[in-house]
């Protein structure tokens, strides 16, 4: 088949193993812009979500808005933060963030809501103020919805940053940019199967995080529910 004829040379490709087009460099690369796209999208969205949630106000403004993001089209966001900002990291990074804000805020907003109003209650009966509600009550309730977002995020912004090739960054959308471009198809299959395993190798390291990271009593009532 010629796929695997494909995977073969680009695996076998003396390139893939050392230097700046090295299978290691391409996916740190991916890593670092991936990364960097969920922190910010995380700084701006997760205490946002905190606050809306545990306040009531605006969540079906947020859910309505998360929607219509959801519905951009990644890479005209990439040609307009071009024209904004010039070519560089700046011009990924925006579309990157608005793709991977939407599923961290809603997870936030519902994490919240979903705190037994009963413990609550209770919480604010023995003197805490709202901020420790918040954290200490509401925040440990809402880690598994949390988890889940950041899993959607994370998976989408790794699915998604081959786009960075299009501006002239790196990343392992250089393999697929690079190999339709000079019709190098086993360089363009390669890049396209490495990001497929990148992005499932996200999904079990969060599965296996939401497994053994969260505390004993979190699991039991994510069991329950």
Do not use: K
Not at 23 to 35: N, Q
Not at 51 to 58: A, D, M, Q, V
Not at 74 to 82: E, M, N, S
Not at 116 to 122: E, K, L, M, N, T
């Amino acid at each position: 088949m010629n796929w695997l004829n494909w995977l073969s040379d680009f695996f076998s490709d003396p390139a893939r193993r050392s230097g700046p087009d090295s299978i290691v460099h391409r996916v740190s690369e991916h890593l670092m812009l991936s990364g960097e796209a969920l922190f910010y999208a995380a700084l701006l969205a997760v205490p946002l979500g905190l606050l809306i949630g545990y306040t009531g106000r605006g969540v079906t403004l947020v859910t309505a808005l998360a929607g219509a993001a959801r519905a951009l089209p990644t890479l005209g966001l990439v040609t307009f933060a071009v024209l904004l900002a010039g070519v560089g990291d700046t011009a990924v990074l925006i579309p990157l963030v608005a793709l991977a804000a939407p599923p961290l805020l809603v997870a936030a907003v519902e994490g919240v809501r979903g705190t037994d109003p009963d413990v609550r209650d209770a919480a604010r009966g023995i003197g805490l103020t709202h901020p420790q509600v918040l954290l200490q009550v509401c925040l440990p309730s809402a880690a598994p919805t949390l988890l889940a977002g950041f899993r959607t995020a994370t998976v989408q912004v790794i699915a998604t940053a081959t786009v960075a090739a299009y501006v002239g960054l790196g990343g392992l959308g250089r393999y697929v940019i690079d190999g339709l471009a000079t019709r190098q198809y086993a360089v363009t299959v390669g890049g396209a199967l490495l990001v497929v395993l990148l992005a499932v190798g996200a999904q079990l390291f969060f599965a296996l995080l939401a497994r053994f990271a969260l505390p004993p009593g979190i699991r039991a009532q994510r069991r329950a529910r």
